[in-house]
């Protein structure tokens, strides 16, 4: 079960990597004037979406998935774990959200500002905090 903790917490490490870098990027993106520019972030983008978060993403729900199972029935009735599974799904649609705004600005068709991804990209912190605490302190 340890093990399955460590690499879940690393899974999450990472995927909270790209959650954090990703908008900062968009904000760079959409305030670059020129296309190379553009174009080499919209690359940057497009790597760290794929290649590290969305992996990432999966490991995580994974071996979240099997420390659920492996903590069954006593995680099913702690309310701390239920708030952090609801957090954890908004978290999987910020990064859907994500994905959905790195296509639009690769096609070049995202109307956001870079004031709008500067507050967007904090999101993921705040998340971040409540699940930690959720975590350690068990509130619930």
Known sequence: MLWLK???????????????????????????????????FATMERKL????????????????????????????TQGWMH?????AVLLIGYHHACGVYRRQLAEERCCRSGRFFRVFNELPVLMLVAIVVLVVVRPF
């Open 6 to 40: 460590a690499f879940h917490i690393v899974a999450v490490v990472c995927w909270f990597a790209g959650l954090f870098y990703l908008p900062r990027l968009f904000v760079y993106h959409v305030d670059t004037p020129d296309a190379a520019g553009r174009e080499r």
């Open 49 to 76: 979406y794929r290649g590290i978060m969305t992996p990432s993403l999966l490991a995580t729900v994974i071996l979240g998935g099997w420390l659920l199972v492996e903590g069954w029935p006593y995680y099913a």
């Open 83 to 87: 708030a952090k599974l609801f957090l």
